[in-house]
């Protein structure tokens, strides 16, 4: 993901949440520590990730899929690539916050082996009023993610899209 993808990536934003990200701070994720990663289909770019990582621990920070694209394989795909590239990074533990009521990313975490570890109460915007995150865990065993392409999922990735 470069500058010149950061406007397609706020439009998929805007279309994906209820409280999407301003173009600023996809600007502000282009730095060193920072994995941000847009999947393109044909023309233009149909998703993103974005994770960061310090002292070993990353922290998943963003992930949505265009909704003409969604159900394909594409969110699977994207998480993926950025726990393998957390990986290589030697990054040992991932953590996310996804809204309680968000079955579908839920569902798509849980597939991938996190874990609920915690709530955080009213942690997001909704309309006017707040809700709920759930924070979920995956540890990362480096040698499961080595470039030879021994991640577990990998059957699961190999699906048609
Ligand atoms: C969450 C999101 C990224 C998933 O992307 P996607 O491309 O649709 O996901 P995939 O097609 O790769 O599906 C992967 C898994 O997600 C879950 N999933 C996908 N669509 C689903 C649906 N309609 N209902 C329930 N679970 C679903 C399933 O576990 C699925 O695995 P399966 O196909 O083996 O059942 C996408 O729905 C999205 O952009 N949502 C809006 C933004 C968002 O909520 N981001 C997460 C913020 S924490």
Redesign the pocket.
Same mark, same amino acid.
């Given at each position: 993901m470069g500058v010149s993808d950061v406007a397609d990536v706020a439009r998929i934003e805007r279309l #994906? #949440?209820p409280a999407p990200w301003e173009d600023d701070l996809f600007r502000g994720c282009l730095r060193p520590d920072y994995l941000c990663r847009v999947m393109e289909q044909g023309a233009g770019v149909v998703?993103f990730a974005i994770a960061n990582h310090a002292a070993g621990e990353g922290h998943l920070l963003?992930? !949505?899929?265009h909704p003409d %694209? /969604? @159900?394909? @394989?594409? @969110?699977?795909?994207l998480l993926w690539t950025v726990l393998r590239l957390l990986a290589r990074r030697r990054v040992t533990s991932v953590f996310?916050e996804? /809204?309680r009521s968000?079955? /579908? !990313?839920i !569902?798509?975490y849980e /597939?991938f082996g996190f874990a609920v570890i915690g709530m955080r109460q009213d942690y997001y915007a909704r309309g006017n009023g707040r809700e709920d995150a759930l924070t979920m865990r995956r540890e990362i065993d480096g040698a499961e993610w080595t470039a030879s392409g021994g991640a577990p999922v990998d059957s %699961?990735l190999e699906q048609e899209m």
């Open positions: #994906s #949440s998703g963003n992930l !949505a899929v %694209w /969604r @159900g394909r @394989g594409c @969110g699977r795909r996310l996804v /809204r968000n079955e /579908r !990313a !569902a798509l /597939r %699961w």
